[in-house]
């Protein structure tokens, strides 16, 4: 099955999901479903600023090594909600990523997730 992936941004631009979180200052919560990060930083990207936007994943037996980190686990969805709460992308149905290795090579490199 393929993901389903719902797009409602309202910006005008389309960044690559990545794109919402580079050049952040953020903050990481997570358990054993749901991670997220928070984009708490002022400075505009090439898409534009994000601070208070939230990117949040969401799977299953989600674990983390002792510096907090992604460490194991499977990522089914994902969810990027603006400074106000609104959902702006929503990915779920389908979608099978290895939490840990995307947390390295997406978000911690600031590569755009496509």
Not at 32 to 53: A, I, K, M, Q
Not at 54 to 74: Q, V
Not at 77 to 84: F, H, M, N, Q, T
């Amino acid at each position: 099955m393929m993901a389903e992936i719902v797009y409602t941004n309202q910006r005008g631009i389309n960044p690559p999901l990545g794109g919402y979180m580079l050049n952040l200052s953020q903050t990481m919560d997570g358990d054993t479903s749901t991670f997220t990060l928070t984009n708490y930083g002022n400075v505009p990207t090439e898409f534009g600023n994000f601070g208070g936007y939230k990117f949040i994943l969401k799977g299953e037996n989600f674990s983390y090594n002792h510096a907090g980190n992604p460490a194991a686990g499977t990522i089914t969805g994902l969810e990027i909600r603006d400074a106000s709460g609104n959902t702006l992308v929503k990915v779920e149905n389908g979608l099978q990523r290895d939490f840990a290795a995307f947390f390295m090579d997406r978000l911690t490199k600031r590569k755009p997730c496509h």
